[in-house]
């Protein structure tokens, strides 16, 4: 049984950084697949950032792509998203949360990735970690 544990959220002016970590237990030295999911208020949660287990694939949704980056030390059991220039509209409760099921890197494009890669694909989450952006 995998848990998570996000931390590093806060608040920010817009503009500014933070970088969200994401503690992974229970691995029983198997990595898997590990995404970034956003929920803002009154808003469906969408797909931020994804990572394979290796850490040598990683892609970002259009809204946040060149600003976010997710990265993962398998050493460290951890995986990240450094967010730079945030904006107002990146205020939300960032999720991280792992899949079992996914065992290649889904060959699809930024635009299209996150409307197949969908909740329901993923096992385990941790419990949120809330990013605030003032303007």
């Known amino acids: 049984q995998l848990q998570l544990v996000e931390s590093g959220g806060g608040l920010v002016q817009s503009g500014g950084s933070l970088r969200l970590s994401c503690a992974v237990s229970?691995?029983?030295?198997?990595?898997?697949?590990i995404a970034w999911f956003r929920q803002a208020p009154g808003k469906e949660r969408e797909g931020v950032s994804y990572?394979?287990?290796?850490?040598?694939?990683?892609i970002s949704s259009p809204a946040v792509e060149g600003r976010f980056t997710i990265s993962r030390d398998n050493a460290k059991n951890k995986v990240y998203l450094q967010m730079n220039s945030l904006k107002p509209e990146d205020t939300a409760v960032y999720y991280c949360a792992a899949t079992t099921s996914i065992t290649t890197f889904p060959p699809w494009t930024s635009d299209v990735f996150f409307d197949l890669i969908t909740d329901p694909l993923f096992d385990f989450w941790g419990q949120g970690t809330q990013v605030t952006v003032s303007s």
């Open positions: 229970g691995t029983t030295g198997h990595y898997y697949p």
């Open positions: 990572i394979s287990s290796s850490g040598l694939d990683s």
